[in-house]
Structure formats: C-alpha cells, structure tokens
C-alpha cells in the first residue's frame, strides 16, 4: 500500500514570495491533515479535511494561508506572501477516518523563507 | 485546552540496554488517545504504539510498551533491547476521538519532543 506523497521536498524561497505544497493521501482515506513543524518543536496542526470539507481550521493563519482539497483526494497548502517565520517542516498526514483512526504521515515539505 | 509535556529533550542509551521516555499530559476530558511516534532523521513519522484511554492493559508492540498512568496523567514509553535503529526524535501526542465533544476532535496534539541517540 502506498504512503502519503508530498511534494516537492525541498523550497527555498524570498520572502514575499508564494509557494505551494501538493499531498496525496493513502487511497480511500477520508480525512487529511496539514502540520507545521518549526525546528525543534512537534507539529502543530493548521487545518484539517473531511473529505472536501473543512472540519478545523482554527489554526491556519488564513491572511496568508489557504487549503483546499477541491475532489476530496489530495490537497494543496498555499503560502501567499511568504514571511522568514514561516520556515518549518509542512508535513500531511491522512487517516481513514475522522477522530478514532491513527494518523499516517508523509514525508514533509521542508520550506525555507528567506 | 489540552497540552502535552516531554520534560527530558535528549537521551542516550547503548545498544541492546532499556530507555524510557517520559510523557505527561493535561485535559479534562476522560475519553481519549495517546501515541508514541517517531521521527528519524529522514524525516518521515510513523507511528510507534497506540493506547485508548479506556482500556486499563499497557499496549505493547515487540520492543515498544508504554505505562499509563490515567490518574496521574502520565504516559511513558520504554523501549527494550535498544537497536541503533531506534535513533530518532519521539513524540508524545494526544488525540480527543470523535463523540468526546466540541469540534477539536481528530487532531493530534504533540509534546515537544525527546531526541534518543542509541549508542553502539
């Protein structure tokens, strides 16, 4: 069974630039999920996804952030403009279900602001 | 609000000998999850071991067993036979599972982290 996939690996990018980030969850998860991690610390949960719909997004600084998962499958993080405190680990992670199943992790997005 | 707290960011053990990690958490809430992931220096997260708040039994996976403690709200992660595949970053996390109530059901929220060095 394959894994979630992220993409690209690696940006580095200036500041007040944009970026994006690409997740493909594992085939027939329902729920996916955005993590930040800033170095040194866990993940911190910016949004979460319910098929096509937002269950949470309390988290995501929406002036410069914005998620979607347009077919319910996989999902795109955008950062527009790019601040230096944005640096982190993006990671995506899927789970069959909402609230009792294991999260499964992708590799993460390492982004670096400039 | 629900926090979890790593008090010990590094340890070290040598290889084949036990280490455990320690976790301790904050919530009101009597339903819930608690994880050990780890992260290795690739990067990636996986899951290490998982225990439902309502079940009494430590879970154990192979080299992998954790001591709940649900009074004293502590959750620790004891690993045996220690191989230097074990290198890695671990987390603590918390999970409120869907029909606890409010809308914060479903996310993970970790602790800051215990980085573990096995040593040969």
């Known amino acids: 069974e394959a894994g979630v996939a992220q993409s690209p690996r690696y940006k580095i990018i200036e500041k007040r630039q944009s970026v994006a980030f690409w997740c493909n969850p594992i085939s027939g998860h329902a729920t996916l999920y955005w993590y930040q991690q800033i170095l040194g610390q866990g993940p911190k949960l910016l949004i979460q996804?319910?098929?096509?719909?937002?269950?949470?997004d309390s988290q995501l600084p929406k002036d410069r952030f914005s998620a979607e998962r347009l077919k319910g499958v996989d999902s795109t993080l955008k950062i527009q403009p790019a601040k230096l405190e944005d640096s982190a680990v993006y990671l995506c992670?899927?789970?069959?279900?909402?609230?009792?199943?294991?999260?499964?992790f992708g590799p993460g997005t390492r982004l670096t602001v400039l | 609000a629900q926090t979890v707290t790593q008090s010990q960011p590094e340890m070290s053990v040598q290889e084949a000998e036990t280490v455990t990690l320690s976790c301790t958490y904050d919530t009101s809430e009597s339903n819930y999850y608690l994880f050990w992931y780890k992260q290795p220096p690739s990067r990636q997260m996986i899951l290490v071991i998982r225990q439902e708040a309502y079940k009494q039994q430590n879970a154990t996976e192979n080299r992998f067993s954790v001591n709940f403690q649900k009074a004293a709200k502590s959750f620790s992660l004891k690993i045996s036979d220690s191989q230097l595949g074990d290198t890695a970053m671990y987390f603590c996390?918390?999970?409120?599972?869907?029909?606890?109530?409010?809308?914060?059901?479903?996310?993970?929220?970790f602790g800051q982290g215990t980085i573990l060095t096995v040593h040969p």
């Open positions: 992670a899927s789970s069959l279900v909402l609230g009792t199943d294991t999260q499964y």
């Open positions: 996390a918390f999970m409120i599972p869907l029909g606890a109530g409010g809308t914060s059901y479903g996310k993970l929220t």
């Open positions: 996804f319910q098929n096509n719909g937002v269950v949470d």
